[in-house]
């Protein structure tokens, strides 16, 4: 069970539990608690299914690729541009963003300069990210266990002082829908699928256990999400946007601690899984050297954040909002694709899958429209 299901599921759930977790406390306490808590389990389901169907994609096509190389494959060339954009970018964007907010977090445990924490982490998380999946199985395995006792902490002494009208007010309208771009950001590891399958066929655990791994990978985030939220709500008197910024002043050193110690693992995890993947599309989407592709994966981030790219909170939601709905309509069409010129594949019922597609499409194509007239307006 530790090696054919754990160690899988914790590289799903390490890529997944990363800056988004921050979020949500401040989000469904605007938008409302029980909006929140069923759109995440409404939402770790449909990944769930969105996993079975990139996995099944992977074990279909032969060679190495990741989602660019899929779409170059399954949807030619306006795919792959397409692909560029909603794949290879988000990522980029998703590392700055870790570097962006890693230091915050390593201050609050060790005090010092911003320039030094934020170097400390990009050298630590950039060559973490060089080793192969199978021994970063083993690294992930370690920072969730670690992840998920510090939001146990945050619930023991949080969920006591937790306001119980929070909880029961049940009024949803339109403005609950707001709730949808963080929580599908929170959720995300769509990239970092094509990993879970690699450490299957480098660890040469049978592919049986690959779907309760990707079950297991996809609900868990979300049960960690709503204990973190019940905690914070309880220690927090005004619940900020970044779940620490409200607790400074007033709660005691050590939960500031803790905090940190959960931002800095959470934030080492998602670094190191999704700078592989961005890794490995630059070498076997792009047919880069190893080594170059080593070398971008480590510089791009810190000059783009070097740039300019410093906003937290709009990444996400541009991410959470376009980027992610585009992705898995994209997926979907790549499978629809793969399922004509590639039938037969035992991992994933294709009637099953026809038989979700249409309801896939629906919800994220209402999120995409729903979130460009927001953004219009």
């Known amino acids: 069970m530790y090696k054919n299901i754990l160690l899988p599921a914790s590289i799903l759930s390490g890529s997944i539990i990363g800056a988004g977790i921050f979020s949500l406390p401040f989000v469904f306490n605007k938008f409302g608690a029980l909006a929140g808590f069923l759109s995440l389990i409404v939402f770790a389901f449909i990944y769930a299914l969105i996993y079975f169907i990139y996995a099944d994609v992977v074990l279909r096509t032969e060679g190495e690729h990741r989602f660019i190389g899929y779409s170059k494959i399954y949807l030619g060339k306006t795919g792959f541009v397409v692909s560029i954009f909603v794949g290879l970018v988000q990522l980029l964007l998703v590392l700055t963003v870790y570097l962006i907010l890693a230091p915050s977090f390593t201050q609050l445990i060790f005090g010092g300069s911003y320039v030094f924490h934020f170097l400390f982490f990009w050298l630590a998380g950039s060559l973490m990210a060089l080793f192969n999946t199978r021994k970063i199985a083993w690294f992930e395995f370690l920072i969730v ?19 119980p009208s929070f909880i029961q007010n049940f009024n949803f309208n339109i403005n609950s829908l707001g709730v949808l771009g ?81 931002g800095f693992l959470s934030l080492a995890s998602s670094y190191v899984l999704v700078g592989l993947n961005t890794r490995h599309i630059f070498e076997y989407d792009f047919s880069l050297s190893a080594n170059l592709s080593k070398f971008l994966v480590i510089f791009i981030p810190p000059v783009l954040y070097f740039l300019g790219i410093k906003g937290f909170t709009e990444v996400i939601s541009f991410t959470g909002s376009i980027f992610i709905p585009l992705e898995i309509i994209l997926l979907i069409l790549i499978w629809i694709k793969a399922n004509k010129l590639r039938p037969t594949n035992d991992f994933f019922d294709s009637k099953i899958t026809k038989a979700t597609l249409p309801f896939l499409l629906a919800v994220f194509l209402i999120v995409l429209v729903y979130e460009i007239i927001k953004l219009i307006n």
């Open 182 to 262: 963080p929580v599908i950001f929170a959720l995300a590891g769509i990239m970092v699928v094509p990993e879970v399958v690699a450490y299957f066929r480098e660890s040469s655990s049978p592919l049986k256990f690959l779907k309760r791994s990707l079950l297991l990978g996809s609900f868990l985030p979300a049960l960690a999400y709503i204990a973190f939220v019940l905690g914070i709500l309880g220690l927090s008197k005004n619940v900020s946007v970044d779940s620490v910024s409200g607790l400074m002043g007033y709660a005691p050193q050590w939960l500031l601690a803790l905090l940190g110690c959960l």
């Open 145 to 163: 266990s670690g992840i998920l006792f510090i939001i146990f902490l945050v619930f023991f002494f949080g969920v006591k002082n937790t306001d």
